[in-house]
């Protein structure tokens, strides 16, 4: 089982930027397949963002696009969250998960993957 490295989060005020952290435990960081969801109180997780790295592909939710940006460190087996312009309905425990074996149709989806962080908080206040 893959550990998942994730790092993180906190709060901001509106217009706030913030930067997530995700690295997976072991070798073979390009292999993998790594992807941010999140879950608000009482609503279900939803899908963030994701990177193929072994193509460098990157994916990204509508409400995240323009404002998101997924980027990798090679050097240091690190995969990066930058969050722009957030706002309050960015408030989320954000969680990093990944897999090796992540098919194109469920880039998007939990069941895409196997190994999950333990999640960090981000607020964002108005």
């Known amino acids: 089982q893959v550990q998942v490295e994730e790092s993180g989060g906190g709060t901001v005020q509106a217009g706030g930027s913030l930067r997530l952290s995700c690295a997976p435990s072991?070798?073979?960081?390009?292999?993998?397949?790594i992807a941010w969801f999140r879950q608000a109180p009482g609503k279900e997780r939803e899908f963030v963002g994701a990177?193929?790295?072994?193509?460098?592909?990157?994916y990204y939710a509508d409400a995240v696009k323009g404002r998101f940006t997924i980027s990798k460190d090679n050097a240091q087996n690190t995969v990066y969250l930058q969050m722009n312009s957030l706002t309050p309905e960015d408030t989320a425990v954000y969680f990093c998960?990944?897999?090796?074996?992540?098919?194109?149709?469920?880039?998007?989806?939990?069941?895409?993957?196997?190994?999950w962080g333990q999640g960090t908080q981000v607020t964002v206040s108005s």
């Open positions: 998960a990944m897999d090796t074996a992540t098919i194109l149709s469920s880039i998007r989806s939990p069941s895409g993957y196997k190994s």
């Open positions: 072991g070798r073979n960081f390009k292999r993998f397949n």
């Open positions: 990177i193929r790295l072994m193509y460098g592909h990157t």
